[in-house]
C-alpha cells in the first residue's frame, strides 16, 4: 500500500516541504517516485522509519547520523547515546568557559595593589617542569608517568610530591613554601609550567627528581613587581583567576615605566589573609610576581 507525500507528511508528522530535502539527502527515500510527474508515494512500512527520522532529528541527532541508522542499519541507540555524549562534553566546556569569564570579570573589578620590592640576596632553587596541554575546549591536562592524561591540578600535586620526596631522600630542605614558574611557553597551544622550591643553597650538580625534568638555578638579587589575587570558594584558583592579575603587573609596570621580564612571571602558593580586626581568616590570595629588567 503507497501513501501520497501529504497523507504520508500527515502521518508521520514530517512537514511536505521537508520529505523531499530527507530523499535528496538519502534519509528517506519515497518508495516510488513517478517519472513524469515526480510525484514521491511512500510504503506503508516506511511509517516506522519517519517515526525514526523525526524522533532523532528532534533529539538534535546530526542528519549524517540518521542516515547511517536508515541507510546502513546502523544501532538507532547507539547513535542516539553518541549524541547525548557530544551534547554533555559540549555543555560541560561551556560551562567551564562560563565559570573562567565569571573569575575574569570578578577579577577585573578587583582593586590590585602593585608593590614594588626589593631582593638583596639571591635565592637557590630547584623545579620540576610540566607540559601543560591547553585545548580550547577541554580541561588542562598533563601527562601522567604512564602517559595517560591527568587534570593538571592533580599534575601538579604529584610532581610537588616526587620534588619534596626526592629533597628529602638526599637531606636538602626547602625554605619555604612553593611557586609555580609561568613564563615558559611552549611550541604549540599548550604551555610548560616549573614547580619550584626555594632552598637554602643549590643543589649539587648533575642532582635531578627520578623520571622528572629537573631544573634549578638562583635568582639574583634585585627588584620585582607583585600583587596579590584574591580566591574565592566559587572560583578556585585554576590558572585563569591570575590573568587580572597580570594585567595589573603590567599596567603598573607601564604607569612606573619599568621594564619587567615575562618569562619571570610566577603564581605563588596560596596563602590565608587574616582579617585585621579579628585575626580570623578572612579569605585565601594567590600572589603573583615578575621581574624588573636593570637596566
Known amino acids: ?30 518508495a516510488d517516485v513517478d517519472p513524469a510527474t515526480r510525484y514521491r508515494r511512500y510504503d506503508i512500512g516506511q511509517l516506522q522509519q519517519a517515526g525514526l527520522v523525526r524522533a532523532l532529528r528532534a533529539a538534535g541527532v546530526p542528519l549524517a547520523e540518521v542516515r547511517i541508522v536508515l541507510r ?36 577585573a573589578e578587583h582593586d590590585y595593589t602593585v608593590r614594588l620590592c626589593t631582593t638583596t640576596r639571591g635565592q637557590a632553587w630547584v623545579g620540576i617542569v610540566e607540559y601543560v596541554a591547553t585545548p580550547e575546549d577541554a580541561e588542562p591536562t ?4 604512564d602517559g595517560a592524561a591527568v587534570g593538571a591540578d592533580v599534575a601538579i600535586e604529584g610532581a610537588l610530591f616526587d620534588l619534596y620526596a626526592s629533597l628529602q631522600a638526599a637531606g636538602i630542605a626547602s625554605t619555604g613554601p612553593f611557586w609555580l614558574d609561568l613564563g615558559r611557553p611552549a611550541a604549540d597551544t599548550g604551555a610548560e609550567v616549573a614547580l619550584c622550591l626555594p632552598l637554602s643553597e643549590p643543589v649539587p650538580e648533575g642532582w635531578s627528581v627520578p623520571g622528572r625534568r629537573t631544573i634549578a638555578g638562583v635568582r639574583e638579587a634585585g627588584r620585582e613587581l607583585v600583587t596579590e589575587q584574591p580566591i574565592t570558594d566559587d572560583a578556585p584558583d585554576d590558572g585563569t583567576a591570575v590573568h587580572p592579575a597580570f594585567a595589573a603587573l603590567v599596567r603598573a609596570a607601564a604607569d612606573r615605566d619599568l621594564a619587567i621580564d615575562l618569562g619571570t612571571l610566577r603564581q605563588h602558593c596560596p596563602r590565608e589573609v587574616a582579617d585585621a580586626a579579628g585575626g580570623e581568616s578572612c579569605g585565601a590570595v594567590v600572589e603573583l610576581s615578575v621581574d624588573v629588567v636593570v637596566e
Open 72 to 107: 546502513d542499519g546502523g544501532c538507532p541507540h547507539a547513535a542516539l547515546r553518541a549524541h547525548r555524549e557530544t551534547v554533555r562534553a559540549e555543555r560541560e566546556r561551556d560551562d567551564r568557559a562560563t565559570a573562567a569569564a565569571e573569575r575574569v570579570l570578578a577579577g
Open 142 to 145: 598533563v601527562a601522567g608517568p
Open 1 to 30: 500500500m503507497f501513501l501520497g507525500i501529504g497523507d504520508f507528511a500527515r502521518a508521520t508528522g514530517l512537514t511536505v516541504k521537508a520529505l523531499p530535502w530527507y530523499d535528496e539527502q538519502g534519509v528517506l527515500v519515497p
